[in-house]
């Protein structure tokens, strides 16, 4: 159970300086938006490497801020019948999500987006846009850093729900992270 929690831990720590690194990007992603509305209307300039910018900018934040999401119990889920549940019963919910829909989708994106990556890489590919933005292919990268962020979340995910399922839940730094959620609820 101890290597368990060391892994809970480490990754969620992980995760959560990922989180805190990515949403730094937001500023840019409002500062970029705002020049380009102030030069259109105020100045009739227009670049689209600029346009480019803010929207590579905020899929960066949505792929790469995804694991601090699941983390943090950010993400869609049927909250009539999860929240109120039981921390075991959560758990059980949580494992089976896991193994039965996240690591196969991490799979699946992994398996077929790497040579999508990889050509993408091989080519040096650029925005499709006259004028865009050089790079495209490392915004094409957080499509896997997506799946392989979100996949080692889940796994720690699943070794949190074994360890409450083991009732060792006490181990556990802060519980369940919806200790976390119903703690702002109530604040």
Same mark, same amino acid.
């Given at each position: 159970m101890s290597a368990l929690v060391l892994f809970v831990r480490l990754v969620d720590d992980f995760s959560d300086r990922v989180g805190r690194l990515v949403s730094w990007l937001t500023i840019g992603v409002v500062a970029v938006c705002f020049s380009v509305v102030v030069l259109r209307y105020a100045f009739s300039i227009g670049f689209v490497w600029m346009q480019d910018l803010y929207v590579w900018l905020h899929a960066a934040v949505f792929t790469l801020g995804a694991s601090?999401?699941?983390?943090?119990?950010?993400h869609v889920r049927v909250d009539i019948i999860y929240h109120p549940a039981s921390p075991r019963y959560?758990?059980?919910?949580? !494992?089976i999500g896991v193994c039965l829909f996240l690591l196969p989708l991490v799979a699946v994106v992994s398996y077929c987006g790497w040579p999508y990556v990889m050509r993408s890489w091989g080519l040096h590919e650029a925005s499709s846009n006259v004028g865009g933005m050089p790079g495209l292919f490392v915004l094409k990268t957080c499509v896997l850093l997506f799946v392989w962020l979100v996949g080692l979340q889940g796994l720690s995910l699943a070794a949190r729900s074994i360890v409450v399922l083991?009732?060792?839940?006490?181990? !556990?730094?802060?519980?369940?992270?919806?200790?976390d959620v119903e703690h702002r609820e109530g604040a």
């Open positions: 601090y999401a699941l983390r943090h119990e950010h959560k758990a059980i919910i949580n !494992l083991g009732g060792r839940q006490d181990l !556990l730094p802060g519980g369940m992270p919806e200790a």
